[in-house]
Structures are given as C-alpha cells and as structure tokens.
C-alpha cells in the first residue's frame, strides 16, 4: 500500500481549489453516508458555478445540498435522479442535462458493496453493473460535454483497494457458470474493471487533455458498507489474521487503516485538478499519489484493456469512439 502521507480535503482545495472557481462539476452516489457528499460540500468551497448532485432519490442530496447552501449560498445547485442499475435511468438523466452545455469535471463515485448475487434492472452482475458498466456507459454518454470543457476537465472514477485482488473473467463476468463466486470476488471484478477502463479510455483520450483516473479512497466508513453481514466481517477477519490475500501476481495486500470521509475524498480532489499528477493520466491513485505498482499484470495488461472495452460496448449494445 502506499506509504504516502494521508492528507485531508480542505488542504488539496487550499493548495490547487481556484481552478475549481465558475466550473460545472457532476458527482455521483450523493448521500449523508456517502464520501461523494463529503466531496460535494469540499469542492463547494472553491466556488463552483454549478454542482450537480445525482443519487437515486432527491432525499438523499437534500441535506448535503442543504448545508452548501449555508456556507456557500453563490453555488448553483442541481439534482440530478439516476439508478445505475437501470441503463434507461442512465440515458433518461443524461437527456435532462441538454441545457448543461459543458461538465468540467465529471466524478463517479456511487458503488455497491458485497450485497447478496443478484443482477440489475438489464440483467447484469449487480457489483459488475452498478460498479462498472452503468460508469461505462454514462462516460460515454457525458464525454462530449466533458471534452467541450477544454483541458483543465477530467473524468474521475472511484474504485477501491479491492481492484488489487480483482480479475476481469471476460468468459464469464456475470457469474452463471462460476457458481462458487462470493460476493468480494465480484466486488473485486467490478474494481478491476473500473481500474482498466480509465486505463484504456487515457490511452484512447491520448493527447487531448482530459485528465482521467481510477481512485482507492482508502477503508472510509460510509454506507458503502451497509451489506457487511457477520458472516462476511468473520471472513475478512480469518483473512487478515492469517496473514491476508495477495494478489494474482503473488504480491501481499494488506489490509488498509481506516480513513476519514475528507481524507478519502481528498485522493479524488488530488485525480481532478493536482498539476503534479498531470503527466501520469490514466493513473490508479492512492493516499494523494499514483499507486500504479500496486496493480497486479492482469489489470495493466494492454490487450486486457481492449477485451473489457469491446466487451463492455456489446453489453450496452452501443459502440463507444473516443
């Protein structure tokens, strides 16, 4: 794991927050319980023209929009309903933004955690659908919006430390054959997924300046925990106490210390607008800093890549071009 000093939000918007001043910026999973809403009230401090807020229910934003609105009563706010397990929630919220001419920054943060096997609204793996292909998706549908920003915007998606033990199974990503899948190998498939995608949509961006990459917020306590039976916090136990995972190359994986909402949501703040990272986009970032040689070859293998891309435009039966 990165041995890089964890810092909190506010000293990330101190240092870089200016270039945020009069932008549009668009930021999934907004809850009370979420890091998305402790990263929607930091980034509302560096004056923001306009925040738009997507959860599944506007009672999810309404406190955290509430509280922007007390200390920063000049930022624009706007709720944005969208389920990420339904692409037709994907497609239809897209389609209410078309008076959003430009979105600077556009920041994937909602996710699902270990709930029971069960599949999405199209039929997909739940964590594989939520996790990854509904951000497959409204990516593609948003990147013109984004593109039109200019080079300071970027695409942000948060992953977890759960990508270093992950593998895409391109024969298989729903699970029907493997019956034995638990519901942290899913989990960890859907991170790795995400991991890859930023990796091959910065490959494909090339040049043109849009900042791209995968986030590992760190162990934040937040609902994202909410399906954490007994029965799984017994098994991460009996892992750790015996000595923990590795990864698919044979590298250890330790188990992360917990971390606070602001510092989990700085590492994202540092993936948008921290000059320094510029030169490494498409870069997995931990603790503030790229974290790319904690990723096993499966993930930073090019043609892998393109598979989980082809791959992914055949489920949501849409090409995607950059």
Known sequence: MSSQVILPSETIIQRYGSSLAGKTILVTGISSASIAGE??????AAAPRLLILSARAEEKVTPIAEKIKSTTPDVKIRFLEMDLGDMSSI??????????????????????????????????????GVNYLANFLLVKLLLPKVRLAGAESSVI???????????????DVGFTVRLLCTPLVAYAQSNAARVMFV????ERLGDQGIRTFSIDPGAVQSGLQRHFSSE????????????GLVDLDGKPIE?????????????????????TIQEHNGAFLHNNAVADEELHSHIMDQNNWAKLWELSEQMIHESFAV
């Open 39 to 44: 990263l929607a009230i930091q980034l509302s």
């Open 91 to 128: 497609r239809q919220a897209v389609d209410t933004l078309r008076d959003v001419p430009k979105i600077d920054h556009l920041v994937c943060v909602a996710g699902v955690m270990v709930p029971p096997y069960g599949t999405t609204k199209d039929g997909f793996e739940t964590q594989f």
């Open 157 to 171: 998606i948060v992953a977890s430390s759960a990508a270093r033990s992950g593998k895409v199974e391109f024969g």
């Open 199 to 202: 990796k091959a949509l910065a």
């Open 232 to 243: 799984f916090q017994e098994m991460v136990a009996r892992l750790s106490n015996s000595g």
């Open 255 to 275: 188990f992360p210390p917990w971390t606070t909402k602001s510092e989990g949501a700085a590492t994202i703040i540092t993936g948008m607008i921290d000059p």
